[in-house]
């Protein structure tokens, strides 16, 4: 069963590096996005943990996300009926906007590291996690969606990780983990990973990320 989940997750990502990428223009997305700068900044580099870094994410996994809080299929509490009178023109525009942002780098912290008593443990084993995953569980690396420097891959749609809030990536893997997040086509492929990560890997892989670049 292990065995069979990580032949699924490559296949899957053979398979969606070959779809097209979502065709927006970056300079009328600028215009677009003044209502998003109090929660993500102007140049999409949010400050606060709790809002995610949307620069150089990718703009096709932009794009679905957009896509997703405006028909309410990702209920974002904070983005209700923001996007209504967005065209998909207009998704496609400002999602090629941030994608074309410089992403800054948290760089990983030693903070909240909570059930690690040397911060350089947490560090070595989020490490492990992304780059090997962990056999004995089933799960599988991080770098073959998301790449070894945490860039993601564009084509795919897979997002770029690298340099985001670790407290953002562990609530999303803690809501994949519950179940909480379910849109998107790959929501089930990170719902699988989550399941077979305990919290503390969680935490640990998500320290490790946020200092990649």
Known sequence: MKKSFLTIICLVAT??????????????GKNKVAMCAGCHANDGNSMVAAFPKLAGLGEKYLHRQL????????V????????????????Q???????SQQRTIAGAQEISLIGYSDPAEALEL?????????????VPSCTGCHSP?????????????????????ESQLLKYQSGERASGANAKIMQGVAERLSNKEIK??????SGLN
Not at 82 to 91: E, G, K, V
Not at 93 to 99: G, V
Not at 204 to 209: D, Q
């Open 67 to 74: 896509q997703g809080i405006k028909s309410g299929e990702r």
């Open 149 to 169: 420097a945490g860039t993601g891959n564009g084509p795919a749609g897979y997002p770029a990780l690298g340099g985001q809030h670790a407290g953002y990536i």
């Open 15 to 28: 398979f969606a590096a070959t779809q097209v990428l979502a065709a927006g223009d970056a300079a009328a």
């Open 204 to 209: 640990a892989v998500a320290n490790y990320i």
């Open 76 to 91: 974002i509490v904070e983005m209700t009926g923001l996007l209504d009178a967005n065209s998909d023109q207009d998704l």
């Open 126 to 138: 989020g490490e492990n996690l992304y780059r090997a995953g962990n056999l004995k569980t089933g």
């Open 93 to 99: 525009d400002m999602a090629a906007f941030y994608d």
